[in-house]
């Protein structure tokens, strides 16, 4: 009945049966509808698509964090059986790259099992594609890797930022929940009427500006709660890359992005990318630390300089001197302190005996 309606449509329609919708329930709808979700289309990475990762500008970020995965096996002794998961795999550009990496290293590929979190059919088709070597599996929900035998360690690159959010403002000395309603059949920002209790919301913002927005990511928490429980029980280690911020604090950062152009997040539902920064410090307070080690954050740019990034740059500049100038461009998007080497935090959290940052964080 509903096939010729768009998620635009559909969206409109729930609102006006059921009411203004929670901005977690539109972003879930925007990305994972199971016929017209962003994620669940065609692939939205690289130049022709919506964004850019990582991996895509180069091939040293996936070889710096193949690397570190690397040092947390050795670490562990060398399992003759272990697990290495990725959450949000894209293409399969930054697993092929580690893979390359473990290649170089004795038994390592013996042992790799290797398990994406993927539910796009478009993009495991890619992942196929891109990483040879090895078999490949996958899964649709974190807790399928308690399944999973010996140790895990988890990769999850600009993965929480594209979970669902709840946002509030504080207005009139009371916390309201921001929600999405319908003026004229255009989406519009409106206030639940019911004020949240006060004890609901941080210590840390209780004396907030006037029409302060907090925003709440209880998947992503849920998320990271998993997987600190997984690796506690199994041993491992967590690495998690993404844009954010180190302390619980107020602010809009709801963006959406279609075709590398910002764009209004409620106008095109289900074609652009929803993302909201990440807020590291609500992750970490999920883990048990009695269980785990949980470093500090560091930027994007101390961790890849910290695993050999320049002289990775320097070794590929030497071997084909005609990439002098991409490769120099490249290093600068990735740890340059207006590209991404601040904005983008690193979080590693290890099983209790083991040291995530095989170096010392600056």
């Given at each position: 009945m509903n096939d010729h309606l768009s998620l635009s449509d559909l969206i409109n329609v729930q609102i006006k049966a059921q009411g203004p919708m929670s901005l977690s329930t539109y972003m879930n709808l925007c990305l994972t509808h199971p016929t017209l979700g962003y994620y669940r289309k065609a692939d939205p990475l690289g130049r022709q698509g919506d964004f850019i990762?990582?991996?895509e500008i180069s091939q040293m970020f996936g070889e710096m964090l193949g690397v570190w995965v690397a040092q947390i096996w050795q670490q562990m002794d060398k399992p003759?059986?272990?697990?290495?998961?990725?959450?949000?795999?894209?293409?399969?550009?930054l697993m092929a790259d580690m893979v390359r990496i473990f290649q170089g290293v004795p038994d390592?590929?013996?042992?790799?099992?290797?398990?994406?979190l993927e539910t796009?059919?478009?993009?495991?088709?890619a992942q196929v594609d891109a990483i040879k070597?090895?078999?490949?599996?996958?899964?649709?929900?974190?807790?399928?890797?308690?399944?999973?035998?010996?140790?895990l360690i988890v990769v999850a690159n600009e993965f929480f930022d594209a979970l669902p959010i709840k946002q509030f403002q504080y207005t009139n000395g009371?916390?309201?929940?921001?929600?999405?309603g319908l003026k004229d059949d255009d989406r519009v920002w409106g206030l639940s009427p019911t004020p949240m209790p006060t004890d609901a919301f941080p210590a840390k913002i209780a004396k907030p500006e006037e029409n302060a927005i907090w925003e709440m990511a209880y998947p992503a928490q849920k998320n990271m709660e998993e997987l600190g429980a997984l690796v506690a029980e199994k041993t491992g280690a967590i690495l998690a890359i993404d844009y954010g911020y180190a302390e619980t604090q107020t602010g809009d950062t709801l963006q959406a992005l279609e075709k590398h152009k910002m764009v209004d997040p409620l106008?095109?539902?289900?074609?652009?990318?929803?993302?909201?920064?990440?807020?590291?410090?609500a992750l970490s307070e999920t883990l048990d630390r009695d269980k785990l080690n949980i470093c500090p954050l560091i930027s994007q740019k101390d961790f890849l300089k910290a695993m050999g990034i320049e002289m990775r740059a320097q070794a590929i500049m030497d071997h084909i001197p005609d990439a002098r100038q991409k490769v120099e461009n490249d290093l600068e998007?990735?740890?340059?302190?207006?590209?991404?080497?601040?904005?983008?935090k690193v979080q590693a959290i290890g099983s209790k005996n083991m040291v995530p940052y095989p170096f010392e964080a600056s």
């Amino acid at each position: 009945m509903n096939d010729h309606l768009s998620l635009s449509d559909l969206i409109n329609v729930q609102i006006k049966a059921q009411g203004p919708m929670s901005l977690s329930t539109y972003m879930n709808l925007c990305l994972t509808h199971p016929t017209l979700g962003y994620y669940r289309k065609a692939d939205p990475l690289g130049r022709q698509g919506d964004f850019i990762t990582a991996p895509e500008i180069s091939q040293m970020f996936g070889e710096m964090l193949g690397v570190w995965v690397a040092q947390i096996w050795q670490q562990m002794d060398k399992p003759k059986k272990f697990t290495l998961a990725e959450l949000g795999p894209g293409r399969g550009t930054l697993m092929a790259d580690m893979v390359r990496i473990f290649q170089g290293v004795p038994d390592m590929m013996d042992a790799l099992s290797i398990q994406l979190l993927e539910t796009n059919p478009v993009l495991k088709q890619a992942q196929v594609d891109a990483i040879k070597g090895t078999p490949l599996n996958w899964v649709e929900e974190i807790h399928q890797l308690a399944d999973i035998e010996g140790p895990l360690i988890v990769v999850a690159n600009e993965f929480f930022d594209a979970l669902p959010i709840k946002q509030f403002q504080y207005t009139n000395g009371n916390w309201f929940e921001r929600v999405i309603g319908l003026k004229d059949d255009d989406r519009v920002w409106g206030l639940s009427p019911t004020p949240m209790p006060t004890d609901a919301f941080p210590a840390k913002i209780a004396k907030p500006e006037e029409n302060a927005i907090w925003e709440m990511a209880y998947p992503a928490q849920k998320n990271m709660e998993e997987l600190g429980a997984l690796v506690a029980e199994k041993t491992g280690a967590i690495l998690a890359i993404d844009y954010g911020y180190a302390e619980t604090q107020t602010g809009d950062t709801l963006q959406a992005l279609e075709k590398h152009k910002m764009v209004d997040p409620l106008a095109h539902p289900g074609a652009a990318d929803l993302t909201s920064h990440v807020d590291f410090e609500a992750l970490s307070e999920t883990l048990d630390r009695d269980k785990l080690n949980i470093c500090p954050l560091i930027s994007q740019k101390d961790f890849l300089k910290a695993m050999g990034i320049e002289m990775r740059a320097q070794a590929i500049m030497d071997h084909i001197p005609d990439a002098r100038q991409k490769v120099e461009n490249d290093l600068e998007r990735l740890i340059g302190d207006k590209q991404m080497g601040q904005l983008f935090k690193v979080q590693a959290i290890g099983s209790k005996n083991m040291v995530p940052y095989p170096f010392e964080a600056s």
